[in-house]
């Protein structure tokens, strides 16, 4: 099956740097791999989703990009608020069934 | 404007006491799940509903139920719960089974006395 890894499991920002999850995958079938961000006492928000025909993807301060011959995929956020402290989980899915395989998740958190 | 609507938000039980959890979509996704998440931990699939086939995990406990009576409700059932399914329980839809989005609800927290 699909393992996925994320690195790092903490990260720790000043407001208004970037911030970069690194995700890698097993399985060369992959092509979906979505982004949640997960705050305290509530359940995974998709923030931002990338397939295997597309290389890069953004929106507003987010972005996603996917090098799927070294099967790795980060994602960037620039100009880091407060409100981007949370827990961040990748995924990767094969299309095959319909399983998501998640990183282990980062703890994002931004110091004001 | 909640779409995945999980109810209740905290729910207390007692060692071996039947508990339900429910979970309701407004997206008319076509699949259900419900995933179980413990502290500092990713979410894990426990099975989900296509339409009204029923799929298990291979290590899900017997003592998990569910049941979706209709494209908008689904249902968690513990038959008799221990400590160590004290969690967060995740619902989540998509429209389709594969390379589709999941959208999740905020979950309910099991407490177990």
């Known amino acids: 099956g699909e393992n996925v890894e994320q690195h790092p499991s903490t990260l720790s920002v000043q407001e208004g740097d970037s911030a970069v999850i690194k995700c890698t995958y097993s399985d060369s079938a992959s092509n979906y791999f979505p982004w949640y961000k997960q705050e305290l006492g509530k359940g995974p928000q998709l923030i931002i989703d990338i397939r295997s025909n597309v290389g890069e993807k953004k929106d507003q301060r987010i972005a996603v990009t996917l090098n799927k011959t070294a099967k790795h995929f980060s994602l960037h956020i620039t100009e880091t608020q407060p409100e981007d402290s949370a827990v961040y989980f990748c995924?990767?899915?094969?299309?095959?069934?319909?399983?998501?395989?998640f990183g282990a998740g980062t703890t994002v958190t931004v110091r004001a | 404007d909640a779409m995945v609507i999980q109810n209740p938000r905290y729910q207390v039980t007692q060692f071996g006491k039947p508990v339900t959890l429910s979970c309701s979509q407004t997206l008319n996704h076509n699949v259900m799940y419900w995933y179980q998440q413990k502290s500092s931990q990713a979410p894990k699939l426990l099975f989900h509903y296509y339409d009204k086939d029923f799929n298990n995990e291979a290590d899900t406990p017997d003592n998990f139920q569910s049941r979706r009576p209709n494209t908008s409700f689904c249902f968690l059932d513990i038959r008799s719960p221990g400590l160590g399914d004290a969690a967060m329980y995740l619902c989540?839809?998509?429209?389709?089974?594969?390379?589709?989005?999941?959208?999740f609800g905020d979950g309910t927290r099991l407490s177990i006395l």
């Open positions: 989540a839809t998509s429209r389709e089974p594969t390379d589709q989005p999941q959208h």
């Open positions: 995924a990767a899915s094969d299309g095959r069934d319909y399983k998501l395989s």
